[in-house]
């Protein structure tokens, strides 16, 4: 098993270039080639129309229109040089029909709509998607997709920090937070590919009133059956957040990656993440792949 189509999401801002670096990383090891999508999810002019009300004159309504088009404009162009670029880095194919020519390919789409459902639509027909980390005050609509794919693909999804250049390591150490949660079991299950062919895992239970820290030596005795050998740390919780925890000792120990269950429900369209998510989201220094 391994991730052999990798979407990534751009918005046509600073991020774009550091979730295409992560996204290459995460391809170029796989034997036989893999797929990179990048696609870049635009909104329907037309509905920024109702949310204007009643009484708006019809040439304000083609000026708002037009303003949001050539947004979306600027942010492609932005997008496809990104991209561009990613490609001519990683000597990548463009191939835009399954099956491709082999080797690391990669696919620019742009779509118009609703961004959170294509968003969606396209991660669920991915191994795994990619996004750069979202600034919480900021918001918008990269916030709302990014909670969108976590909680409504069924696939895992990477956030990666602005920092991450190309070239970067990824995977070579990776940490998995483990508290023996249906949604830990998905990022486990889910990052497999990841944890066998990394030098080095670490098993992270922090000790709490809920979890037991020992924990982490059930989940590292089950990757041993799989081949994959984890050590295992047991930080206490007390203190700080557990997620802040988490941090701490998967950056003490050297990991380039946390593997993380992604805990949260939606309510109509409001997505809303735990405290534990929302911490090592915002905070993280290093790539970290969450699964719901």
């Known amino acids: 098993m391994s991730y052999r189509k990798i979407l990534t999401v751009l918005t046509g801002g600073g991020g774009d270039r550091a979730a295409l670096a992560a996204a290459f990383a995460l391809a170029s090891p796989v034997e036989g080639g893999a797929h990179i999508l990048a696609l870049v999810p635009n909104p329907d002019p037309r509905e920024a129309v109702p949310a204007l009300g009643e009484g708006v004159s019809g040439p304000l309504v083609e000026q708002i229109m037009a303003m949001v088009e050539q947004e979306s404009a600027n942010h492609r162009t932005r997008a496809r040089q990104a991209f561009d670029a990613a490609m001519a880095a990683a000597r990548a194919t463009p191939a835009d029909q399954a099956p491709g020519p082999g080797g ?56 990666v920090p602005k920092t991450f250049a190309p070239g970067g390591v990824l995977g070579r150490h990776v940490a998995v937070a483990w508290n023996g949660s249906r ?53 206490a919780g007390a203190g700080q957040p557990v997620g802040a925890t988490l941090l701490t000792t998967a950056g003490a120990a050297g990991a380039d990656l946390l593997v993380l269950g992604g805990y949260g429900h939606s309510r109509l369209r409001e997505m809303i993440l735990g405290g534990v998510t929302r911490h090592v989201l915002y905070n993280a220094a290093i790539p970290v792949l969450l699964a719901h």
């Open 104 to 159: 690391l390919t990669g696919e620019f789409r742009e779509a118009l709509g609703n961004q959170e459902d294509t968003a969606v639509c396209e991660a669920r027909l991915a191994d795994v998607s990619v996004m750069t980390q979202v600034d919480e005050a900021a918001g918008g609509e990269a916030l709302l997709m990014l909670e969108a794919i976590l909680l409504d693909s069924a696939r895992p999804l990477l956030v």
């Open 183 to 235: 949604e830990s079991t998905q990022a486990v299950v889910q990052s497999l590919p990841l944890l066998a062919a990394a030098e080095t895992v670490t098993v992270i239970a922090v000790e709490t009133s809920k979890t037991r820290g020992a924990a982490g030596r059930d989940l590292a005795d089950y990757l041993a059956w799989r081949g994959i050998k984890a050590q295992v740390r047991q930080p």
